[in-house]
């Protein structure tokens, strides 16, 4: 029947919706390893600017508390993105 469409319909893809919680632990360690990139750029940013250098131990080590608000927000906008491709 050429020019009919078919009576069933797909559900949507995300029927089943990932919270934001669990993108945040999905990337949680991508999140983290780049704040502790971006922390040891900016302490080789500030000691060319004069003051103390971060080394890589202290960047990575301050990086596991402050990656978590940084994968909470990846996640919120992974969130925003899978809504934004199903609508």
Known sequence: MSGTKSP???APATEDKWPVWKL???LYPATALTVAINLFLA???LHSAG???IGPVPAI???IPLGIPAAWL???WVRGLMDEADS
């Open 61 to 63: 080590l301050w990086s």
């Open 74 to 76: 990846a996640g919120r």
């Open 8 to 10: 069933s319909r797909k």
């Open 43 to 45: 302490g080789l940013i």
């Open 24 to 26: 945040a632990i999905l």
């Open 51 to 53: 003051f103390g250098a």
